[in-house]
């Protein structure tokens, strides 16, 4: 089945963020210099049904680095490009149960990344880009992202300066994958690829439009361009399932029953499948580095909506 009738939706996601606006829990990222100037009162919340839809509260149109929301999506094009196998051998699927710069995660699998959706593995996926130099790597991975939006997106050269700076774990976590042998390229380019990615800007929209692809089995319901097969979206789902909130992965899905992906600027996107993409925006986050308001919204819009994949009714 759909979403329910286009004004319920309307109204329910105004319902939400009157509902959540007053949430003060919750601290926003301060390690990345540049992401600890972020208001913690912007909010947005927005809804893209697969048939293009859409329905907006709040601040949707303000511009944040979308972080750690596109290993989600780089996971899907690095699967299109080398297929299922590939990946699952050489990058993982299972939840590391440890926060998502972990040494030990590593350390503790044998030099194994574990997974596409903490730090390791996602600089492991990004190194799996096709491309004869860096340049050309780099490409594909910000245009493949731009199609997952429909439009095409812009680095934010503060918020990349400011993390390069501070990139001393990445680039430890990266090197220790290389010294197993287990890092496809250059350690420290795929690190700088990787942090490429994490600072191309996005809103709380095109969140809810990459979701609103995933959930429509690869097609950008804005565009009509395919992004990937149907069995890549369906892969990508299943491994935001497992460790897209990290840690909190489980208790996720306990409380909101649909794949989802968080990064550190505040951002959230939840799926669908077959209905559409939630995307918030709220900086403030809870210890695992998910957006407090975030996950208030999508476990009332889960069930206000039925977006919970294991709900009966
Ligand atoms: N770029 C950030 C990092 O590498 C992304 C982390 C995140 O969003 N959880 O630490």
Same mark, same amino acid.
């Given at each position: ?179 197993? /042998?287990?890092? @496809? ?5 795929? +690190? #700088? ?6 600072? $191309?800007? %996005?809103? !709380? ?12 089995? /690869?097609?950008? @319901? ?5 992004? +990937? #097969? ?6 990508? $789902?299943? %491994?935001? !399932? ?72």
């Amino acid at each position: 089945g759909a979403l329910p009738g286009w004004h319920t939706v309307e109204h329910l996601v105004e319902t939400a963020h009157e509902t959540f606006a007053h949430v003060r829990d919750g601290e926003v990222a301060d390690y990345i210099p540049a992401l600890a100037e972020a208001d913690p009162d912007l909010f947005g919340v927005c809804v893209v049904e697969v048939d293009g839809s859409v329905h907006s509260a709040g601040d949707v149109e303000h511009r944040f680095s979308v972080q750690s929301i596109s290993k989600a999506f780089v996971f899907a094009l690095a699967c299109q490009e080398v297929g299922h196998e590939r990946v699952l051998e050489t990058i993982g699927v299972n939840n590391t149960g440890l926060s998502f710069s972990s040494v030990m995660a590593i350390e503790l699998n044998g030099g194994h990344p574990m997974n596409p959706m903490v730090n390791v593995g996602a600089i492991a996926t990004t190194a799996l880009a096709p491309g004869a130099d860096q340049d050309a790597r780099w490409g594909f991975v910000r245009d493949g992202l731009s199609r997952f939006a429909g439009r095409e997106l812009e680095l934010d050269e503060g918020v990349l300066a400011s993390e390069t700076e501070g990139n001393q774990r990445n680039q430890s976590l990266a090197l220790l994958l290389e010294s197993y /042998g287990r890092m @496809p390229v250059d350690a420290l380019e795929a +690190v #700088d690829t990787y942090t490429r990615q994490c600072s $191309l800007l %996005v809103d !709380a929209r095109d969140l809810a439009v990459m979701g609103a692809t995933l959930a429509g089995g /690869g097609v950008n @319901p804005l565009t009509g361009a395919r992004v +990937v #097969d149907a069995q890549i979206a369906r892969d990508t $789902l299943s %491994v935001m !399932a497992t460790a897209g909130m990290y840690e909190h992965s489980g208790e996720w899905l306990f409380e909101v029953g649909a794949p989802a992906k968080s990064g550190v600027s505040g951002g959230i996107v939840t799926i669908a499948p077959g209905k559409g993409g939630l995307g918030t925006f709220s900086p403030p986050l809870d210890s695992a580095g998910n957006s407090v308001r975030g996950r208030r919204v999508a476990a009332y819009l889960a069930d206000a909506l039925g977006l919970d994949l294991f709900a009966s009714a």
